[in-house]
Each structure stands twice: as structure tokens, then as C-alpha cells.
């Protein structure tokens, strides 16, 4: 039985490479180790800096923390009105170390500023160490998975509504 499925394996090989696979890249990410601050300010300093650039912020490991899982040890999502999203996070074994990623509408349309901002907030506010800084882009292709994101991070907002017992009007 196992040659059989080596050989289906085989025979699909081909159709399954030629297959396009279309990602969504992050317009940036950057990795910042914060070994002065406290997971706690990392994420109350974050927070603020994207409520002041106009975006909605949930602390889904705060959630996840409070019901008992622990998948990521810090994990915060934003979305703004210009369908702009940010996901900041970091691992349980890692807890020093955070990602950044930025998404916008493809296609790419980099906000410089904003980028800039971000990385001021890493290095300056924060006092931790920038890595791995990467810009990408998107083509109009990708809107579609992109715009499928954005309804994913509406409903855990949704959810956290419900879950905290709020009702948006």
C-alpha cells in the first residue's frame, strides 16, 4: 500500500508544482527584540501608537490568555479605515521577540509615513532592536485574498464583541 501511494504521490508531483500559489505579502515586517520592556508595556505602547494613527486594535492573546490557550504570548490585530491592517505578535518561547507586519489593498500602495512611524516606535519608544526589516508588494491579483482577510479580522472583532458582552452600533 505504501508503494501505491509513493506512486500517486509521484504521478501528482507535476500538477501540484505547476499549480500558482498566491501569498499575500505584508507591505512591510520588520522583527524587534524588547529586552528593557515587559510584554505587557510592548503591547499597552503598541496599542496606542495604532489607536493614534486611526486603527482599531484587539488583543486576541489577551482573550486567548483570559479562556485558558496560550498560542501566542502576544498577538494584536488592527484595522483602520483605509482597510489597512497590522498584526504584532510573538511566541511563547520567544518572549523578547516580536513581528510587525503591515498589510494594505493591493495593489501596493506604500505608506511611507506610517512605515517610518513604526519603526520609530520599535527603536525610539520602545528602546528594542529593529531586524530584518522587509519591504514587499502585492498585485491586483492578490485584492481578492486580501479583502478575504480583512472579513477573517472583522469577525474575531465580532466574536470579541461578543465575548466581552458589547454590541457595536
Known sequence: MVGLLVLFNWALEPAIAAQAVLAL???MT???VCERQPRAEVERQSEAFLKQNGFRVLNLA???HRHGFRFMESHLVALDRDQRMVEI???PSG???YSFALYSMPPTEHSTAFEGDALRLASGALGCEKRQIDRRENGPERRPFFESEIRRVERLFEQADRL???RRL
Open 89 to 91: 505578535m510573538s511566541v
Open 62 to 64: 489577551d482573550i486567548q
Open 164 to 166: 466581552n458582552g458589547e
Open 95 to 97: 518572549k523578547e521577540l
Open 25 to 27: 505579502h505584508a507591505d
Open 30 to 32: 520588520f522583527l524587534f
